[in-house]
């Protein structure tokens, strides 16, 4: 890092003011370029990041050396490991995003009106987006890749434990981007690994339009106290699965089993089985004995365990857990209207399930549950961009405002409306 940008980052916010300043132009100059140079930039950045693998490499080896120092454990270490796989994982990742259908400038509804005008909807770029997460340098190439595509430029503030690496990643995205002719400032990682660059940059409403925290639970509320850019994101991933009477038992079963077992540390991983009263007792023994066997611990209500004895008692905190873990809340419920309302008040609007036979039953599971994703008959582990047919996604949301559930190029782009006249003038 030259002397002039270590004076720079010395003072914080200016420093990030100015990195601010540079995306705005760069958003720009991305809304007037077309989206076939916007795909040559992110086929070009894949080529460099297969030449560079052993570059990653290398910077990569010394964060994990950093980070086994610091202490982190297993599972961090995991996270921020760049393996051959996810080096090419990237370089593909970036190849499919651009061969996903552009999503700018496309004009929908197009109506002629009384007074002549035809008038419909353009899909353009947000602007600028920030992207604050932790760990994972492979979210440096997802995130600069979506952006990209969806015409927006971006700003990256990885975690301190990756800086090496977001930095090496940073530079095979900034060769790609010269490349294709696009403005290096198109894609930017905070430099610095100082908490005070997070605060500028939630700050800066002038240059950002858009922030995606990606990252753990005390991140993310900090971020909702003091942000005062708009936010896509979510806290909590407390989901559910609700049994429902007269559920088909060996599809309730593989559901249940798949919805928490499929992956643990996972948002949309089920953390709390309703059951309804009717189907307990025929389908909760065997059910507990296959998590028993996974090595997942139950933790019931009164009824439950009545039904399956060595199930440890739940507490009122366990129904509003995030696990992450093979650990799972059950509850017994009378009735639909019962399993509702303990999502209504335990829920934190990810992604429920359904399992029933009853067609009017999962109508109004669709209908009354007020979750980003709402399933009939399938496992929650299926709220995901990928799955969902949106090629990547960015994150999820549980707003209810320009974007919600899985976040794909879509969601990173908004409407205006767009009027075509030949001469029209308003009586």
Known sequence: MSAQAETLISDIPAY????????????????????????DGLRAIAAVIRR?????RAANAEDLAAGRKRGLDTALLDRLELTDARIEAMALGLEQIAELPDPVGAISGL???PSGIRVGRMRVPLGVVAIIYESRPNVTADAAGLCLKSGNACVLRGGSEAIRSNRAIAACIAEGLAAAGLPAAAVQIIETTDRAAVGALITLDEHVDVLVPRGGKGLIERIMREATVPMIK?????CHVYVDAG???AMAERIAINAKTQRYGTCNTMETLLIHRDAAAGLLPGLAERFRELGVELRGCEESRALVPAMAAATPEDWDAEYLAPVLAVRVVPDLDAAMAHI???GSGHTEAIVTES???AQRFLREVD???????????????????????IGISTDKLHARGPVGLEGLTSEKYVVLGEGHVRE
Do not use: I
Request: hydrophobic share 45%; charged share 30%.
């Open 16 to 39: 990030v003011r100015r990195v601010g300043e540079q995306a705005r132009a760069a958003s720009r100059a991305l809304a007037r370029a077309e989206g076939r140079a916007r795909d």
């Open 52 to 56: 560079e693998a052993a570059a990653l």
């Open 111 to 113: 109506q002629a009106r």
């Open 234 to 238: 979510h806290l909590d991933g407390v």
């Open 247 to 249: 559920a088909d038992a």
């Open 344 to 346: 209504a008040r335990h």
């Open 359 to 361: 067609w009017s039953r």
């Open 371 to 393: 979750s980003s994703s709402v399933m009939v008959n399938a496992s929650t582990r299926f709220a995901d961009g990928f799955e969902y047919g949106l090629g990547a996604e």
